[in-house]
């Protein structure tokens, strides 16, 4: 620093690195300036070529199809119904991904910790294989694989009631004759989920809160099925067609079997390193106590593994639903892909990329919010938090 230089307390720094009120509001008002001056042009530009700035687009009919939808659609919807389309399919292969890659993921993170070299090498294999490939390159293959099924009239039944085509896959679904009868196993299970979850202010033992909520559950499934208001639709075999049953096609298929993989590779990375967190000290005292392995491991382990898996696991539940918008590469109607088209279409392009931020950014919060009320409950007090 030579001579001249301002010493780091100086008046001059402190003005030059923007902490006067003054510099501080002609930095603001320049971003704004900034800001205005893009939108203005871009404003300019579309009007150039008869695009008007807005949302107004989303009460316009689409004139396109939608493969696969979980609510009602057609041709003349409007693309609000269309962008919600999208969403509900980008939330269900989401949902789904992150309960199957966290059962995955557990019982491969489990496997590496085997004693038996053959089971633990094989899992780290597998591990090495999907880390160290792309993600896309993973939902070719899996894309690929599924659309190399023999035809419906020639489909693999691994299991009884169960076919893989390269229409899709067909598993058996519940199927409720009435809004009533769905209605009322929706609030079963949802008063079973209440009861375990608030069963210590409730002060029932989690034996006792779990044995209610299943024979709850069972009476409640039982009076449907024997009132004809629920039935399980196997699907089957019909000359060249399989009838029946629930269908998920084959991007669907693909997207969530890629999406489960991929995730699974690193929960099973988490839930190992959690595990292995544990000091050895904890399994010999409970051996000490008699404890059989499993008793230890659910009783002693697990409990202060979670507290270092719980906050991992919060990024790949993000990672796996921001992971589901590569879908648009293999043809599955996301969100990411029926915004696309509707930018192509409309050619509301900033509009569309604004609804898809938004509507991610709240899907992150939300998964956050909810992995973080879970965390901070189990997470240890008294350590300067």
């Known amino acids: 620093m030579g001579p001249d230089a301002p010493a780091p307390g100086s008046p001059l720094l402190k003005n030059l690195l923007g902490e006067r009120p003054l510099t501080q509001i002609f930095l603001f008002v320049g971003v704004l300036a900034a800001f205005g001056f893009l939108g203005q042009t871009m404003a300019t530009n579309m009007g150039r070529v008869g695009i008007t700035p807005g949302f107004a687009f989303l009460a316009r009919p689409t004139n396109f199809e939608i493969g696969g939808t979980l609510i009602a659609y057609s041709s003349q919807s409007s693309f609000a119904r269309a962008i919600l389309v999208g969403l509900l399919n980008t939330l269900l292969v989401s949902a789904i991904g992150c309960i199957l890659a966290t059962v995955l993921g557990v ?18 294999a597998y591990v090495e294989l999907i880390r160290n490939t792309p993600l896309l390159l993973q ?97 089957a075999l019909k000359g060249f067609n399989i009838t029946g049953g629930l269908s998920l096609t084959p ?70 639903t921001k992971n589901s918008s590569l879908a648009v590469a293999i043809g599955y109607p996301d969100l990411v892909s029926i915004l696309n088209t509707a930018a192509n279409q409309t050619g509301q392009a900033l509009e569309t990329i604004l609804i898809m931020a938004s509507v991610y950014l709240t899907i992150s ?21």
Request: charge should be positive; hydrophobic fraction near 55%.
């Open 365 to 385: 919060f939300a998964v956050s919010f909810a992995i973080n009320r879970y965390n901070k409950r189990y997470a240890l007090k008294g350590l300067g938090r």
């Open 107 to 124: 019982a491969l993170g489990l496997a590496r910790l085997s004693d038996n070299p053959l089971l633990s090498g094989s899992v780290r």
């Open 139 to 235: 939902l070719f293959f899996w894309s690929a694989t599924f659309h190399a099924l023999p035809a419906a009239r020639k489909a693999f039944e691994p299991v009884a009631g169960v076919y893989l085509s390269n229409r899709g896959i067909y598993i058996p679904a519940l199927r409720f004759e009435s809004g009533l009868a769905a209605a009322v196993a929706l609030a079963s299970l949802a008063i079973a989920l209440l009861l375990l979850w608030r069963r210590k202010r409730i002060g029932l033992a989690a034996p006792t809160a779990s044995a209610v909520s299943v024979i709850g559950l069972v009476v409640v499934i039982s009076a449907l099925a024997a009132t004809g208001g629920m039935r399980v639709e196997i699907p």
């Open 251 to 320: 991007e669907f298929a693909a997207l969530l079997v890629g999406l489960v993989a991929n995730a699974a590779a690193l929960i099973s990375e988490i839930v190992r390193s959690g595990i292995q967190s544990v000091p050895r000290g904890q399994w010999e005292a409970g051996r000490a106590l008699g404890l059989h392995r499993g008793l230890i491991f659910a009783k002693i382990v697990l409990p202060q593994a979670l507290r270092v898996i719980t906050p991992l696991m919060t990024s790949s539940y993000l990672s796996l």
